[in-house]
């Protein structure tokens, strides 16, 4: 079974938090987490709704997502 939108969004939250975990510099890590808060509510919208509309930003200036584990 593929992947929902809310299944990805909440794996790109997931790898906004390890980074956030790894991340040294104070305000990178903030950011990722408010990245991480973005996803999951872009999830919980997207669960709610039939039509998925825009995602936030990916994280691709700390580069690319790695899919989360299955």
Known sequence: MAPTPD?????YAREC???AGLAKDPELRDQLLN???EWM????HE???PNPKS????PA???VPIPPER
């Open 7 to 11: 299944d990805d969004c909440i794996g």
């Open 41 to 44: 509510a872009t999830a919980m």
């Open 17 to 19: 938090v390890r980074l």
């Open 35 to 37: 990245m991480a808060r």
């Open 55 to 58: 995602w936030p930003a990916q």
């Open 61 to 63: 200036s700390i580069g």
């Open 47 to 49: 669960a709610k709704s």
